[in-house]
């Protein structure tokens, strides 16, 4: 009983000490492509909107009424490189918030806030 139990014992013993080591396996199937991402984190074959200056006015004016409430200003113009230039303003007229956005709605340059 005892070679049994020691049998046993040092079995576990071994088993147990070889797990991190499947743990800590490289991901393989990453390379291969078996995952439907790609590394920017945009699914293959994506095919992305471009949206008109009024559509990015729609937008922008319903993102503003939900974040500042009613009596916010919504301008949008197209600047050169093709990119829209959101600038929200209060009732009296103040710059609240001015953000560049590509022709993705996706934020172009960093925001201002005033």
Not at 6 to 33: I, K, M, Q
Not at 71 to 77: C, F, P, R
Not at 82 to 103: C, H, K, M, T
Request: glycine share 6%; aromatic share 8%; charged share 30%.
């Amino acid at each position: 009983m005892k070679k049994t139990t020691r049998f046993a014992a040092l079995s576990a013993a071994a088993l147990l000490s070889s797990v991190p080591v499947w743990a800590s396996a490289d991901d393989d199937d990453r390379d291969n492509n078996r995952y439907d991402q790609r590394r920017d984190s945009m699914p293959m074959n994506a095919d992305l909107k471009q949206y008109s200056t009024d559509e990015m006015r729609i937008m922008a004016y319903g993102q503003a009424l939900r974040r500042f409430g009613p009596g916010v200003k919504v301008s949008v113009n197209e600047t050169k490189d093709g990119s829209y230039l959101v600038q929200l303003r209060d009732a009296e007229g103040n710059l609240i918030r001015e953000q560049e956005f590509d022709q993705y709605a996706a934020p172009a340059r960093g925001t201002q806030q005033y």
